[in-house]
């Protein structure tokens, strides 16, 4: 994963919210806003889930790209 992501703003998806990745766990994402002294936490239910959280206002989710499938080699 890359360590500046974009996270969709839910009311104005054509305005996302460029941030950097200061720690990532299974179930929270804490991001910190370059140039600036703020950061936030994202939290998901699942594995499965986006992340979701809010600052000043603004409701964002991210969900990460799942790995690449590993190529299916063949048996002979």
């Known amino acids: 994963m890359e360590r500046r992501i974009k996270l969709t703003d839910i009311d104005r998806p054509d305005e996302p919210l460029e941030v950097e990745i200061e720690r990532l766990a299974e179930t929270t994402l804490r991001v910190l806003v370059p140039n600036t002294v703020i950061r936030f936490e994202l939290r998901r239910a699942s594995e499965a889930a986006p992340f979701e959280g809010s600052l000043g206002g603004r409701s ?17």
Do not use: H, I
Request: glycine share 0%; aromatic share 12%; proline share 29%.
């Open 60 to 76: 964002f989710t991210f969900d990460p790209e799942p790995p690449p499938a590993k190529p299916k080699t063949r048996r002979k």
